[in-house]
């Protein structure tokens, strides 16, 4: 049978696939048949229960819904004879006797009503049914059964796009209606916020809060996301230079999907505390005089100047610290929140205006650990596939990464892929909310991932798994990695890892023997010690099974931030020049040297937390510090924050006086991400357009701007008219993207790299032939066990691990002044296990006192059973109860990433202050 059929659609012979409905040929002709719970978006299936797309078949005696029928050879369909007309405006005429009076309803303008108007319906001669009206509980959607059709398409939304499963029906004949959970109202159900099922919803039924009763846009603006490195494309929606929500648009890696930050969070912008003017430090006010700093009243400690002033001071204080005591006393921290075109001046400014490479950024916070031994073993610090190869996975490893949490776009097409059949294999010692998809949940004790990978690799060798050719023709050192695993019997490693040895070898037979397996990994992977020995053990499973280079394999680390990926790939980083081009490379650096007519200095420069390390001793005096904010960021925060009093100057350029920015000489009032053009790159390498949708405060000035014009000030003679000239540019200097012009970007809004030529669509699969390493081979490089830097003991008998919350980003500066994100997750709380909390004698809700060998804070506790007993989670985006004054800043070795994933604390109920003699 041909794939392809032609059938008579209003008169015309017409061709369908066997894929296609009536409906979708229709749409294709150019006839607009109705439809109210039809949507052709991705991952919605037809449900045909709304009877609006009704049409005739010759030869049948009922009408058929269009949106589910599929055609047939020969058959004779009529969309517009009287028939289906009339039955389609009887369904419209029905629907409407349910529906609040129009005038009166949270939308107006909604699908449904353009639909009654296209038909030229307004009123209905038929009874209303009595339904619940509204339900107001959820901080950023509003809900209106009164107006609710019972289409479903909230129902599918939820279950089937993003799986979450919280929307369902429930009740009979004229009671039947949609419920969250158990008919909770909406806030109080386990409702994550994505807001899909308003972006789903015909009706107006589920509406964005900030338009009921007022949906008006002035402008649409087509950007991107700048929250997570998901890199989601979205439109922006504004009303009165007012982002009031966004809608997820078709881009390659979220296909129309957001979660909460990115549909509701974007307030953030608009906040009254957002900087509007250049800040001087007060003559008189210390440096460490931070305590009685109020964000929201930076007039106590600064004063305000004009740009002219607030830039020569800025760049003056450089100039003198570079003068007296030379280019390497000065360092900058760059921003992976910003565009990849500000990233590249940044560093440019530091190599060539400062005269060093002392110049990084939070990747060394982040994956730094998964680079270094991507870098070592294969020779390229990028994913080897597009998460979304999740669909052509038969096993998907999800390992110390918290998708659902933390990349919520990702998690939904790994949840897509789980309901398809792929088996999903979890590593985390924490529950996590994909765990309950999964096939395989592992829950380890904390710290011991070496042994648990080491032992996977000890039963796919000893039991023959490898893939012998692919080993034999696109590796090297398998031999040494064999006999290092010898040691390394599931049964021996038991006593580390706390897993059965039976389920190591069922979840290592299941990788090594599916015909695609892909590993998706985080920061519990990469932020230990040994995150890199962890990194190794990753990419060496994926060697000796051949789990690399074809559709559905793959090593893919989640990239955090909006735009670290581009941020290290234009050399925000202290070792490299862009492109991961080494710095100490004598030829390349006279390449860099001739094209930026400029000297750079031959040794690579210091990290985030060995730029600290020299503020202490001294070496270096003076920071520029752009888009980051490591006093709550960095580990050991106190001592982090001791370096920032000690500079002799700081410039800081943020969106907000951040607890960085509390320590500056100057701060420089920024733009924030929608106020901008400008290029980013997401986890899976694809460069996206992002655009400015809205004007920016008060005077705060572009980035791009004030890099340029403290470029300037520092003695370099730059001159670009727009941004993309800078894009241009690197262009010029970056293999890996030479094939990608700003107006291709401007037409295409993404394209993944490698992009060799303006004809090259880019490559979505690397490593297919071989490993951009000298030889072509990827390396194996053995792993042995070390322990975490700091372990419990009698003083400090817990482990602490810190991490994220949904709602908010790292350190709360953006997150915690967006209204919506805030009211979901308004206060700092450890998360516990309610075994330990027994033991405590501590209910939800106490306040506890969490104490490490650098700091303290006091804390309310929640009952988590993810969490294992000995174990607590704090999220570090809290500045009251600041997570990173306990953490340890101990480094791995390779990537000089921190520990942050575990330190050793004493958890104490709160003691509460004696009362002074009788009441
Ligand atoms: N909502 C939100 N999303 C974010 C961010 C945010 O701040 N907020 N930040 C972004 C950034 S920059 C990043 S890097 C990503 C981070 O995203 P993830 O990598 O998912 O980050 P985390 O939540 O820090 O840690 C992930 C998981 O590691 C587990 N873990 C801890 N210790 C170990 C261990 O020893 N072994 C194993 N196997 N697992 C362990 C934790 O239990 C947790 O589930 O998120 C990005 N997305
Ligand atoms: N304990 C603990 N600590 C951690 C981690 C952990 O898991 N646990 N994770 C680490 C990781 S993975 C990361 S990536 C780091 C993140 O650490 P940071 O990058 O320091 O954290 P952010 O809060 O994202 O800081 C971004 C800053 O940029 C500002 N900003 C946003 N957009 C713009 C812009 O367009 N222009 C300018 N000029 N400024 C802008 C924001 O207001 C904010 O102050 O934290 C690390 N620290
Ligand atoms: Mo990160």
Redesign the pocket.
């Given at each position: 049978m041909s794939d392809i059929i032609s059938f008579i659609l209003d008169g015309k012979t017409v061709s369908a696939t066997t894929n296609d409905s009536i409906w979708d040929v229709a749409k294709r002709e150019g006839t607009k048949i109705p439809h109210l719970c039809h949507t052709d978006r991705v991952g919605f299936e037809a449900d045909g229960n709304c009877r609006a797309c009704m049409v005739e078949i010759e030869g049948e005696r009922v009408l058929a819904a269009s949106c589910i029928r599929t055609p047939t050879e020969g058959m004779v369909v009529n969309t517009a004879t009287d028939r289906p007309t009339k039955a389609r405006k009887m369904v419209m005429e029905l629907l409407i006797a349910d529906q609040p009076d129009r005038a009166a309803t949270y939308d107006t303008d909604s699908h449904f009503w353009q639909m009654a108007d296209q038909q030229q319906i307004k009123d209905s001669r038929f009874d209303a049914r009595d339904m619940p009206g509204d339900d107001l509980s959820h901080p950023a959607m509003a809900v209106n059964l009164d107006a609710c059709i019972n289409c479903n398409l909230c129902v599918r939304a939820c279950r089937d796009v993003q799986v979450n499963d919280v929307i369902g029906m429930a009740g009979r004949g004229v009671g039947s209606k949609i419920v969250f959970d158990f008919d909770d109202p909406m806030g109080e159900s386990s409702c994550v916020g994505c807001g899909e099922c308003v972006q789903a919803c015909p009706t107006g039924a589920l509406l964005e809060k900030t338009v009921v009763g007022d949906t008006r846009i002035d402008r649409e603006v087509h950007s991107v996301c700048p929250?997570?490195?998901v890199g989601c494309q979205l439109t922006f929606k504004i009303r009165d230079d007012k982002i009031l929500y966004a809608e997820g648009r078709d881009g390659p890696a979220n296909e129309e999907r957001l979660c909460i930050?990115g549909r509701f969070g974007f307030d953030y912008i608009h906040n009254p505390e957002r900087l509007t003017t250049p800040l001087i430090r007060k003559e008189g006010i210390a440096k460490d005089d931070v305590a009685t700093l109020d964000p929201a009243n930076p007039l106590t400690h600064f004063r305000e100047a004009s740009w002219e002033e607030a830039l020569e001071l800025a760049a003056n204080g450089l100039i003198q610290v570079r003068e007296t005591k030379g280019g390497n006393a000065l360092a900058g921290f760059g921003s992976a929140k910003g565009s990849n075109e500000e990233a590249y001046l940044f560093q440019k400014l530091v190599r060539t205006g400062f005269g060093t490479n002392n110049v990084d950024h939070?990747t060394r916070l982040?994956?730094a650990s998964s680079v270094a031994a991507l870098l070592e073993t294969v020779g390229s610090g990028a994913v080897s596939a597009p998460f979304n190869e999740a669909e052509n996975a038969e096993v998907i490893m999800v390992?110390?990464?918290?998708?659902t949490?933390?990349?919520p776009v990702a998690a939904t097409f790994f949840k897509n892929a789980v309901k398809k059949g792929a088996k999903l294999i979890i590593?985390?010692?924490?529950g996590?909310s994909l765990s309950r998809h999964a096939t395989y949940m592992l829950q380890?004790k904390?710290?011991?991932?070496v042994a648990l990978l080491n032992s996977m690799m000890h039963v796919i060798v000893k039991e023959g798994l490898t893939d012998k050719d692919y080993i034999k023709n696109h590796t090297e050192n398998f031999a040494e990695l064999k006999a290092h695993l010898d040691g390394f019997s599931p049964e021996a490693m038991e006593k580390v890892t706390g897993i059965d040895p039976d389920l190591i070898r069922d979840v290592a037979r299941e990788f090594a023997t599916a015909k695609s397996s892909i590993i998706f990994w985080?920061?519990?992977?990469s932020q230990?010690v040994h995150g890199t020995d962890n990194s190794r053990c990753l990419i060496s499973l994926s060697l000796m099974t051949g789990q690399v280079g074809r559709p559905g394999t793959g090593l893919h680390p989640?990239r955090?931030?909006n735009n670290?990926q581009g941020a290290s790939d234009v050399a925000l980083i202290p070792m490299f020049l862009p492109d991961y081009q080494s710095v100490e490379d004598p030829v390349i650096r006279e390449r860099f040297e001739k094209f930026w007519n400029a000297d750079i200095d031959p040794n690579k420069g210091l990290t985030v937390v060995e730029i600290t390390e020299a503020v202490h001793k001294g070496t270096i005096n003076g920071m520029y510090i752009m888009g980051e904010n490591p006093a709550m960021s960095d580990p050991n925060v106190s001592h982090a924050r001791e370096a920032l009093s000690l500079l002799d100057h700081l410039v800081v350029q943020d969106l907000f006086l951040t607890e960085t920015a509390a320590y500056a000489d100057v701060v420089l009032p920024a733009s924030a991400w929608p106020e901008k053009d400008g290029t980013v790159t997401n986890t899976n390498r694809q460069v996206q357009m992002g655009r400015a949708a809205v004007p920016m405060p008060g005077d705060a000035r572009q980035d791009l701007w004030i890099i340029q014009e403290m470029a300037k000030r520092l003695g370099l003679d730059w001159n670009y008219g727009h941004v993309k000239e800078v894009f241009t540019e690197m262009t010029q200097v970056m293999g890996s993207i030479k094939g990608i012009s700003w107006d291709r970007l401007e037409n295409a809004d993404a394209v993944i790299y490698p992009c060799e030529s303006p004809e090259d669509p880019g490559q979505p699969l690397i490593f297919t032939e071989n490993f951009p390493t000298k030889n072509g081979l990827g390396k194996f490089v053995p792993a042995s066990l070390i322990s975490p830097d700091e372990t419990p003991d009698q003083d400090f008998p817990t482990v602490l691990?810190t991490?994220?919350?949904?709602?908010?980003?790292?350190t709360g500066s953006m997150t915690r002044r967006s209204e919506v994100l805030d009211a979901v997750e308004p206060e700092p709380i450890v998360h516990m296990a309610p075994g330990m909390m027994e033991n405590l004698e501590i209910l939800p809700g106490d306040l506890v006192t969490v104490s490490s060998r650098r700091g303290q804070l006091d804390i309310k506790v929640r009952a988590d059973g993810g969490v294992q007993n000995g174990m607590i989670f704090i999220p570090f985006?809290y500045a009251e109860a600041a997570a990173n004054l306990l953490t340890n800043d101990a480094l791995d070795p390779f990537g000089k990433i921190a520990e942050v994933?575990?330190c050793a604390v004493k958890v104490e109920k709160k003691k509460m202050p004696e009362l002074a003699g009788d009441l």
């Amino acid at each position: 049978m041909s794939d392809i059929i032609s059938f008579i659609l209003d008169g015309k012979t017409v061709s369908a696939t066997t894929n296609d409905s009536i409906w979708d040929v229709a749409k294709r002709e150019g006839t607009k048949i109705p439809h109210l719970c039809h949507t052709d978006r991705v991952g919605f299936e037809a449900d045909g229960n709304c009877r609006a797309c009704m049409v005739e078949i010759e030869g049948e005696r009922v009408l058929a819904a269009s949106c589910i029928r599929t055609p047939t050879e020969g058959m004779v369909v009529n969309t517009a004879t009287d028939r289906p007309t009339k039955a389609r405006k009887m369904v419209m005429e029905l629907l409407i006797a349910d529906q609040p009076d129009r005038a009166a309803t949270y939308d107006t303008d909604s699908h449904f009503w353009q639909m009654a108007d296209q038909q030229q319906i307004k009123d209905s001669r038929f009874d209303a049914r009595d339904m619940p009206g509204d339900d107001l509980s959820h901080p950023a959607m509003a809900v209106n059964l009164d107006a609710c059709i019972n289409c479903n398409l909230c129902v599918r939304a939820c279950r089937d796009v993003q799986v979450n499963d919280v929307i369902g029906m429930a009740g009979r004949g004229v009671g039947s209606k949609i419920v969250f959970d158990f008919d909770d109202p909406m806030g109080e159900s386990s409702c994550v916020g994505c807001g899909e099922c308003v972006q789903a919803c015909p009706t107006g039924a589920l509406l964005e809060k900030t338009v009921v009763g007022d949906t008006r846009i002035d402008r649409e603006v087509h950007s991107v996301c700048p929250f997570c490195g998901v890199g989601c494309q979205l439109t922006f929606k504004i009303r009165d230079d007012k982002i009031l929500y966004a809608e997820g648009r078709d881009g390659p890696a979220n296909e129309e999907r957001l979660c909460i930050k990115g549909r509701f969070g974007f307030d953030y912008i608009h906040n009254p505390e957002r900087l509007t003017t250049p800040l001087i430090r007060k003559e008189g006010i210390a440096k460490d005089d931070v305590a009685t700093l109020d964000p929201a009243n930076p007039l106590t400690h600064f004063r305000e100047a004009s740009w002219e002033e607030a830039l020569e001071l800025a760049a003056n204080g450089l100039i003198q610290v570079r003068e007296t005591k030379g280019g390497n006393a000065l360092a900058g921290f760059g921003s992976a929140k910003g565009s990849n075109e500000e990233a590249y001046l940044f560093q440019k400014l530091v190599r060539t205006g400062f005269g060093t490479n002392n110049v990084d950024h939070c990747t060394r916070l982040c994956h730094a650990s998964s680079v270094a031994a991507l870098l070592e073993t294969v020779g390229s610090g990028a994913v080897s596939a597009p998460f979304n190869e999740a669909e052509n996975a038969e096993v998907i490893m999800v390992i110390g990464s918290n998708p659902t949490i933390n990349h919520p776009v990702a998690a939904t097409f790994f949840k897509n892929a789980v309901k398809k059949g792929a088996k999903l294999i979890i590593i985390d010692p924490r529950g996590q909310s994909l765990s309950r998809h999964a096939t395989y949940m592992l829950q380890e004790k904390p710290g011991t991932d070496v042994a648990l990978l080491n032992s996977m690799m000890h039963v796919i060798v000893k039991e023959g798994l490898t893939d012998k050719d692919y080993i034999k023709n696109h590796t090297e050192n398998f031999a040494e990695l064999k006999a290092h695993l010898d040691g390394f019997s599931p049964e021996a490693m038991e006593k580390v890892t706390g897993i059965d040895p039976d389920l190591i070898r069922d979840v290592a037979r299941e990788f090594a023997t599916a015909k695609s397996s892909i590993i998706f990994w985080g920061m519990g992977i990469s932020q230990h010690v040994h995150g890199t020995d962890n990194s190794r053990c990753l990419i060496s499973l994926s060697l000796m099974t051949g789990q690399v280079g074809r559709p559905g394999t793959g090593l893919h680390p989640l990239r955090g931030q909006n735009n670290v990926q581009g941020a290290s790939d234009v050399a925000l980083i202290p070792m490299f020049l862009p492109d991961y081009q080494s710095v100490e490379d004598p030829v390349i650096r006279e390449r860099f040297e001739k094209f930026w007519n400029a000297d750079i200095d031959p040794n690579k420069g210091l990290t985030v937390v060995e730029i600290t390390e020299a503020v202490h001793k001294g070496t270096i005096n003076g920071m520029y510090i752009m888009g980051e904010n490591p006093a709550m960021s960095d580990p050991n925060v106190s001592h982090a924050r001791e370096a920032l009093s000690l500079l002799d100057h700081l410039v800081v350029q943020d969106l907000f006086l951040t607890e960085t920015a509390a320590y500056a000489d100057v701060v420089l009032p920024a733009s924030a991400w929608p106020e901008k053009d400008g290029t980013v790159t997401n986890t899976n390498r694809q460069v996206q357009m992002g655009r400015a949708a809205v004007p920016m405060p008060g005077d705060a000035r572009q980035d791009l701007w004030i890099i340029q014009e403290m470029a300037k000030r520092l003695g370099l003679d730059w001159n670009y008219g727009h941004v993309k000239e800078v894009f241009t540019e690197m262009t010029q200097v970056m293999g890996s993207i030479k094939g990608i012009s700003w107006d291709r970007l401007e037409n295409a809004d993404a394209v993944i790299y490698p992009c060799e030529s303006p004809e090259d669509p880019g490559q979505p699969l690397i490593f297919t032939e071989n490993f951009p390493t000298k030889n072509g081979l990827g390396k194996f490089v053995p792993a042995s066990l070390i322990s975490p830097d700091e372990t419990p003991d009698q003083d400090f008998p817990t482990v602490l691990t810190t991490g994220r919350l949904l709602e908010h980003w790292h350190t709360g500066s953006m997150t915690r002044r967006s209204e919506v994100l805030d009211a979901v997750e308004p206060e700092p709380i450890v998360h516990m296990a309610p075994g330990m909390m027994e033991n405590l004698e501590i209910l939800p809700g106490d306040l506890v006192t969490v104490s490490s060998r650098r700091g303290q804070l006091d804390i309310k506790v929640r009952a988590d059973g993810g969490v294992q007993n000995g174990m607590i989670f704090i999220p570090f985006c809290y500045a009251e109860a600041a997570a990173n004054l306990l953490t340890n800043d101990a480094l791995d070795p390779f990537g000089k990433i921190a520990e942050v994933k575990f330190c050793a604390v004493k958890v104490e109920k709160k003691k509460m202050p004696e009362l002074a003699g009788d009441l």
